[in-house]
Every structure is written in structure tokens, then in C-alpha cells.
């Protein structure tokens, strides 16, 4: 393979652009369009105003998608070493704002998990989720890119627990689920001793019953119990599991079509454009629209990872592999909560999910794997 | 940025380890995680798809009932008795209520202070109706709101999803409390009433008749129930009406019952009660066999059915009254007719041919001692001893020994109604039966009527069984069939039995069926149908019943009942006083008041049965009796 490298007039803005994935661009760009449409929908019976007011949550998640569009090109023009460079500055500001949270918060529906910044609600666990990444890629590749110590494996460990801690405490039991994933994730690419997961593993699963008594709320343990029968409790815990079950449900092959779902249209379903926006395309686009999406996911999350495979160096290559479980175990939780095959937790489904904040921290991701392939390993070798 | 540029060698990264070649395994954990959800899809859309598209429909659309209004009840003049009357309730449907504890508490709050329902108890309730997974059904959570209160509530339940204002359709008795045990009462339906009303189309908040006419001609009041079937989102708002079927308005109804006569005759045996606990009184014709008045006493407010949540103190009270029994229905209730029931025993005797109407008896004695055939000494009392005195004196001065007589022979050689003591007793029950004794009389109200006891042989022995009888007590002797042919013994009937009985030997022989309604009337008030006069025909010579007219006559005229009489009425009569219950210290016992009569004497217009718990019928009973017969004459005869 040879790349025009030497051919690039060296004062194009915007290097890079023959190496930049553009398949990985154009298919976040669908996600997000698919998730406009579906907002369109699930919010036309809230909100009536026109298209382009601000208020329209159509036009506020279109407007935060450009931003993020512009902010994944930047990103993607610097260089990620630059970011494991800093990435326990970023991680231990990441960890203060987990703190803060707890502390000054917003509080909704029974979870601390909001900054209100007036006219942008900041998340600060999406953020801490990156640099939590960015920590373990430069952490790994400073350790020979290597897990095999067992050293370097509990080492890592101390490094995700105490951000998936926090955020369990919010409580958001699936954010810290995610946490766990990209962990593994990372240390499975990174090589880990079989034998060393196998013990963790094992340790882990002694301890759940104990996480089931004490650490989790009544709440979680209902959520939890109400998947089991969601009959039960038809209208505390087990209404959300209900609704979203009969929208999914009665979609069935093809879907009722758009603003046609009538458990979306008559408010059925709670936050239709957030948590439960899956419920929303199953019902009114069915079983093909959902594997639509699905096979969007599945493109997305093949180029990040054939970003990992060619990245540089380990630092990218297991930066790429978090994005990757980061983006996979959001979309899988949130729509196994939206099919009832993981308890309700308030995950947003990447790229769709009305949101400024999530978006705007996929699209960072994004970016950041684009450098990754803009500067892979074929190109360093040349 | 570019200042890095890609000669950018950060120091803190010092090797460019290689990195790892094989990413076969987060590839398959994509592909793995996905394939779970896809199964998962196929399961919910394409397998059970159809289930939950029908979930889906049934969770917004909701059917409406439209409840019918109730058919009126008007007395004989047209004077209404009862009045629909809607009944304003605040309802909970937990399912609307919000999510948040903190918003229903709001509701719970707002409740507490506009309505004064305890927080708690809202709490308890919708926990309660939730834990029954009946979250879809509403709660009353307090009836019989003023015009006030379910205003306010209306405007407010606005902004308090699940909170909402009820009006459920409810009845005001006008006609004063002399008629709550004929008119009955609607309410709510029980849990065994609701799966049988179910099959009959009833929506589950339809009222039903409880009792009385109310009751007995739900068919005709009920109508017929519409509804419409809503869309509504899930806030309970409704969007869309989908179908609406009008309810049609019940059938009316017109009683015989003269709305004045029944307070009069109501207030007359309320004053009269003296130290009788309870009191009856049955105003009919002997020609159609329209009940003119039908009187029970004590009465209670039968409005207090309408709204049992406030009055349950009262309606406990009514309900336990183990004295009085006010609830019950007294006019059909039994308890032993006494003399009344002699009329009968002549009417047996005549057409038997045991007696002529010239048969003649010297009392000479209030006692007459009989040895009984198990060896029983029994005294059979005569109130007093009437000389020389012919059935027509028998009748009207109620003479024990006569009809002792008449019934088993003694003192007439032991020729009585039969070959034998037994067959006396079984020929006396068939006439008593005949005259429409021991069995209900089919009046159409619901009140539990009871269908007196006419004893015989056979039923001695069947209810004479048990540890507490000897062999002995089973027997049917010869004093059995003396003592129940003047109405006691085991003998019970109700007053309208006697009354029933009463219009038979007026009208010459035709044992009516009462009842109280005269004509349904549809919504637009035309009549729909008329009652018309049933009866059977009773095998007693008219001739006959004609020589035991002449003793009523001569009773008020005369003899026992005298005290009944009025100046200007020609009344005919018999008084009733029974013995029941055990002997008391002064060797007595206690005694029902009965008079049962008719008037005009040549065309009867009109029977009067009045009953007391206690008293004499002669003193009691007579003097009542009399004063209906001049109200009726005077204020109710066309």
C-alpha cells in the first residue's frame, strides 16, 4: 500500500483526509440521522412547535451534532498520544467531577448524574469513561502494552474501580457495567493471563451476593426482580418493563410506521426520545428497522475495530478497543433494557438518544479513533 | 495542533510496543451480543408478535358504560316515591395516578384537605387495589360529595391524573319512611351478584335492586345500558371516541299503594304501639287483590341503603336490633293467628258437614278438662262462658270451645272434621291451605315473605325429631287437632295470609294474589302493562261463606270486635288474640293482637288485617282496624 503522503501540500487545513475513515464517518452520521427521525417522532406529541425552533428537540440534537461533528475533525487532527500524555490529568479530573456530581448534582428520576449548565446538562461520567480508556491504553503501553503481570492486570483494576464505584453510587447500575466491560475488553486485548481472569472472575461472582444485600438500592434489587415478572408490579417498577415490552413487542415485522406507534404517540412509553427510544423504532419501524440499526452498529463497531487492529502502537490500539466495548455495551444495554433482558437503567443508546452530552462524548471518541487510523501502522512505516 | 505534526514524539510514551495482531474475539463478542438481541427480537415481534399487538390495543382503548337511568316509582294518585338522584363520588384509578411517590402524595394531600380522606387511607387503598392487581378498576374514595365539593373536585382532578370525579346514579325516597319496606332499595353488587349479573350485561358499577319492588322488578326499572368505546393516551386524557351506543331509560312503575293511606295507617300503628314492639297492617281489595297499603312498623329510612358509607352506625344499629327487627318486614312475617284462623275452621266444618250454622253449644264453663289418650289432663280454656251459642255466635264472640268442636269433635260426640283426630287435622290443613295459608303468597316484592306453618301429622313428626323431643312428643294427639283449630298449636301465618284469606270470604270464594304495582309505564309514561286480578277459586260453598260473613258481621256489630266498628260503616270482622311463648308466673302468656276485617258489608270494597306483637285483638287490634276502614271510606274509596 502506498499512501500520496509526500504529494499532500503540507498546508491543507485538514490532514489526513485520504487516510480518515470515512465509512466509520458516514455510518455515525446514519445513526444519528435515524435517531433524529425517531426523536421527531416520540416527541410530536410534547412538543408542536415549528421544526427550527430551538426548543424543538429535533433541531437542539441536530445542532449538537454538527458541534460534535466539528469537535470529532479537531480531535481527530490531534494526535492521541497527545491525550495519553495527559490522561491522568484527564482521569483524575474525571474522578473529581464523578465526586462533584455526587455532591452538587441534579437529581432525576432517583439518580445524581447531571451537571445543569443551563442550557446543556453535562454528564460528567461520559467523560470520565474516556478518560478512564485513555488511562488504561497508556497505562498498558507503558507496561509493554501487557497484561500478563498479574501486577499490571490489579493495577488496571485500581484504576476502573474506583470511577465504575462512583458511578454505581449515583446509582447507574449499567454505567458501571460498561465500565467493567471496557475493562475487560482492554485487558483481554492487552493479553491477560487466563488464569489471573479466571481467579478475578471467580472472586467477582463470591462477592455479588454480598453487592446484592448491601450495595444495591431496594430499587436496583426491584428492577432486577421486576424483569423476572413484570407483572407483579404493573405500575411502579414494572410499568417501564410492560410498555417498552408492548411497543417492541407489537411492532412486530415491519412496524407500524412512523409517528403511528401508539404507545409512543399516547405516551406510553417514559422518556421516548432518551432511554426508551429503541422501544420507539421497534414499535413503529418492527423487526427490520431494528436490524437496520443493528447492522449500522455492527459496521461501526467492525471499523473501530480494524482501527484497532492497524493502529501505530498498543496505546491506539487499546484506546480503539475501549471505544469499541464502550460503544457496543451502551447500545447492548440500552436496547436489552428496551427488549426486558437487563434491568432498567438510564443508558442512553449511543449516536440516537436525545442528548447533548452523549454525543457529544461518542463523537470525541470518534475522533479519537480517527487519529488513531489517520496515523496507523501502515502509514508509520512508510 | 499541528505544531506536534506528526514528527510529534511525546516523552511520557517511551516504546511504540507492538501491538497485539488478533481481534478475532471482539469481533465475535459484537456479533455474539447483537445475535442476542436479534433472537430476542424475533421472540418478542415475529413469535409473539400478535400477543402483544391485542396488549397494545387493549392498553388505550377503554369502553365506557353509559348507565341507563332507573325507571320511577309512583304511588297509586301519581305522586312520585323516589327520585334519581346522582350520586357524586371522588374515584382513584391507581393505574393513572403518577409515578412519583411525591406527585401522588400531592394527590393524596389534596384529597385530605378538600375531601377530608385521610392520607393514609388513600395510601393504603390504591396499595391495597395495586397488590390485588386490580390497578384499572376505580376506588370510591368518598361518596356522596356535596354539589360544592364535586365542583371543586371536577376542576381540580384536571391536573391530578388518576384523580377523578364520579357520578354514579343513586335514589332519593321521597315517600317517607312507610314505604322502605315495600319500595326496597338499590345498591352496589355484591361479588356473588356480579358474575350472574355479568352474563345479564350488567357493567361492574351498576347499581342493583337490593330488596322490595325495587328488586323484584329490576328488569322493568333497570333499562337497558349503553356505552362508548375511547381512545385514551396514558394519562387517562380521552382522544377519540371509536363507537357509543345510547342507554335506554328503565321502565316506571305505578303502585296500588295509596301514597296518604300508607303514612296514615303508618303513623296510626306507630302511635298505637303501646307495649307491642312491632306492628303490621295490610289495607287490600277483595276485588282485584291490589294491596292499598302495606305497613310495617318499625320502619327505617331505606335512603340510608343509598348511602351506607355515612350511616353505618345507623344501619348497624337497624341491622342488630334483635328486638324490633326493623329491617323486616312485619306484614309478612309469621307468628300464630289465633282466633283469626277460625274462619277457617268454619269454613272446614260447614263444608264438612261436622256442623250447620243452626249447631248450637251451651258453654257453661270457662274450663273444659280433657283427658287426652296419653293420659294428659289438658284444660280447655273459653274466654267466657257464652251459654247457649250457634256458629254465627261462635264467630262473633270467639268462642274457643265451639271451634274446638268444630275442628276435633268434643263435646259433639267426637264428630269432628275427619274419621279420626289425624285425619281432622289433615282435612283442616287442606282448607287452611286452600284459603292460601302455609305458603307464600306471591306478592311481588323481594322481602323475604315467609310462608307460614300449617302443621299435620307428618309434620309433627318430621320437626318433633331430635335429641331434645321424647317418642312421645312426636304423636299427634287429639288435643292437637282442638288447639289447631283455633289457631295455635304450631299454626303461624303472615297478616297479609290473613288479609289474602280475609278478601277470599268476601269477594265469595276468589283467594287473590296481591300485589303492590298496577301498571308499568314507559319512559314517554304510557303503560306498557296492567296487573290484572289472579286468583283460584276456593272450595268452600259461597252459601257457607256466606253464614261466616254473618258472624263478622255480627263480631264488629256485636260481639268481640265491636270496638272496630263505625257509625255509618257497615264493617264485618274477627278479632285474633294468640298465645305464644312459655307460661309466666301469673300463669299467662303473652298474646298477639290480630283483627282482620272487611267493609262495606254488602259490596266489599276494601280488607283491613291489623297485627300486633302484643296485646289483645278484641282491644288492640280493633280500634286500629276501625280507624283505617273510616280513613280508607272517607279519604281513599273513589
Known sequence: MTFGYAARPRTFAFRGWDRFDYLLLVTSAMLVVYGLVLIHSASSTTFDGPLTSFANPVARQALFAIISLGIMFTISQLDYHYLTHYAWLLYGIGILALIAVLLFGNEEYGSTRWFDLGIIQVQPSEFAKLATILLLARYFSEHGGDARELRALVMSLIIVVPAALLVFIEPDLGTSVVFGAIWLGVVIIAGVNRGHLLVLGAAFFAVLPFAWTFALDDYQVERISVLVNPDESPLDAGYNVIQSQIAVGSGQIFGKGLMNGEQTQLRYLKVPTKDFIFSVLGEELGFAGALALFLLFIVLLMRIIRAAQIAGDAAGQLIAVGVAMLILMQAFINIAVNVSIFPVTGIPLPFLSQGGSSLMSMFIALGIVQSIIIRHRAYRQT | ?638
Not at chain 2, 351478584?193 to 350488567?202: H, P, Q, S, T, V
Not at chain 2, 351498576?206 to 322488578?217: D, F, H, I, Q, T
Not at chain 2, 285425619?423 to 307464600?440: C, P
Open chain 2, 1 to 638: 495542533m499541528s505544531v506536534f505534526g506528526d514528527e510529534f514524539r511525546p516523552s511520557s510514551t517511551p516504546s511504540r510496543t507492538r501491538p497485539h495482531s488478533n481481534l478475532a474475539v471482539l469481533r465475535l463478542a459484537v456479533l455474539l451480543l447483537f445475535g442476542v438481541l436479534v433472537v430476542r427480537l424475533v421472540d418478542m415481534q415475529i413469535v409473539k408478535g400478535d400477543d402483544y399487538a391485542r396488549r397494545s390495543e387493549n392498553n388505550h382503548i377503554v369502553a365506557t358504560n353509559i348507565l341507563p337511568a332507573r325507571g320511577l316509582i309512583y304511588a297509586r294518585g301519581g305522586e312520585p316515591l323516589v327520585e334519581n338522584a346522582g350520586v357524586y363520588a371522588a374515584t382513584i384509578v391507581p393505574e393513572f395516578l403518577p409515578e412519583k411517590q411525591d406527585d401522588r402524595y400531592r394527590i393524596y394531600l389534596w384529597l385530605e384537605n378538600n375531601l377530608g380522606v385521610p392520607v393514609l387511607d388513600s395510601q393504603t387503598r390504591v396499595a391495597e387495589a395495586e397488590k390485588n392487581s386490580r390497578p384499572g378498576q376505580a376506588i370510591v374514595m368518598k361518596s356522596h360529595l356535596s354539589r360544592e365539593e364535586a365542583l371543586v373536585l371536577e376542576e381540580a382532578s384536571t391536573d391530578m391524573p388518576g384523580l377523578s370525579l364520579r357520578i354514579v346514579p343513586g335514589r332519593d325516597y321521597i315517600g317517607g319512611e312507610a314505604f322502605a319496606h315495600v319500595l326496597g332499595y338499590i345498591g352496589p353488587q355484591t361479588a356473588e351478584e356480579a358474575k350472574l349479573l355479568r352474563e345479564k350485561g350488567y357493567a361492574f358499577n351498576e347499581p342493583v335492586g337490593k330488596a322490595g319492588v325495587e328488586s323484584r322488578y329490576e328488569e322493568e326499572l333497570r333499562g337497558e345500558i349503553g356505552f362508548s368505546a375511547n381512545e385514551q393516551d396514558a394519562h387517562g386524557n380521552l382522544l377519540n371516541v371509536l363507537m357509543t351506543r345510547n342507554a335506554t331509560p328503565g321502565n316506571s312503575l305505578r303502585l296500588s299503594l295509596d301514597l296518604d293511606l300508607q303514612q296514615y295507617v303508618a303513623e296510626l300503628l306507630e302511635d298505637s304501639l303501646g307495649d307491642a314492639k312491632v306492628a303490621a297492617a295490610v289495607v287490600m281489595s277483595p276485588k282485584t287483590g291490589e294491596v292499598y297499603a302495606l305497613v310495617s312498623v318499625p320502619t327505617y329510612d331505606n335512603n340510608l341503603f343509598g348511602d351506607l358509607e355515612r350511616r353505618q352506625a345507623e344501619y348497624v344499629a337497624l341491622a342488630t336490633d334483635d328486638e324490633r327487627h326493623p329491617l323486616l318486614n312485619q306484614a309478612l312475617t309469621e307468628s300464630a293467628p289465633g282466633s283469626t284462623f277460625k274462619l277457617i275452621t268454619a269454613a272446614a266444618a260447614l263444608e264438612e258437614g261436622n256442623i250447620t250454622p243452626s249447631t248450637s253449644l251451651n258453654v257453661t264453663s270457662t274450663v273444659l278438662e280433657f283427658k287426652g289418650e296419653n293420659g294428659v289432663i289438658y284444660p280447655l280454656y273459653d274466654w267466657r262462658a257464652h251459654g247457649w251459642i250457634d256458629l254465627i255466635g261462635a264467630i262473633a264472640w270467639s268462642s274457643n270451645h265451639y271451634f274446638y268442636m268444630a275442628s276435633c269433635g268434643i263435646q259433639n260426640g267426637g264428630k269432628g272434621l275427619g274419621r279420626n283426630t289425624e285425619e281432622s287435622a289433615v282435612i283442616l290443613g287442606y282448607y287452611a291451605r286452600a284459603l292460601g295459608l302455609g305458603k307464600a303468597t306471591g306478592i311481588d316484592i323481594d322481602a323475604g315473605e315467609m310462608p307460614g306453618i300449617i302443621p299435620s301429622p307428618e309434620y309433627k313428626r318430621r320437626v318433633h325429631t331430635g335429641p331434645e323431643f321424647n317418642p312421645e312428643d312426636r304423636e299427634w294427639y287429639y288435643a292437637d287437632t282442638c288447639f289447631m283449630g283455633i289457631g295455635q298449636q304450631d299454626v303461624t301465618a303472615t297478616p297479609l295470609q290473613i288479609a289474602r284469606m280475609t278478601a277470599a270470604i268476601a269477594n265469595g270464594g276468589k283467594l287473590l294474589t296481591p300485589h303492590v304495582v298496577s301498571d308499568v309505564l314507559g319512559p314517554d309514561g304510557a303503560v306498557v302493562k296492567s296487573m290484572h286480578p289472579e286468583y283460584t277459586t276456593v272450595p268452600v260453598d259461597p252459601a257457607n261463606l256466606e253464614t261466616i260473613r254473618l258472624g263478622m258481621r255480627a263480631s264488629v256489630s256485636q260481639g268481640a270486635g265491636s270496638r272496630a266498628a263505625q257509625p255509618g260503616l257497615d264493617i264485618a270482622g274477627k278479632t285474633g288474640t294468640a298465645e305464644f311463648g312459655p307460661e309466666k308466673a301469673n300463669g299467662k302468656r303473652d298474646e298477639h293482637a290480630w283483627f282482620t276485617g272487611f267493609a262495606p258489608y254488602n259490596d266489599p270494597e276494601v280488607v283491613v288485617t291489623v297485627y300486633f306483637d302484643l296485646g289483645v285483638g278484641g282491644e288492640k287490634a280493633a280500634p286500629v282496624a276501625g280507624q283505617i276502614f273510616r280513613y280508607f271510606m272517607d279519604h281513599v274509596q273513589p
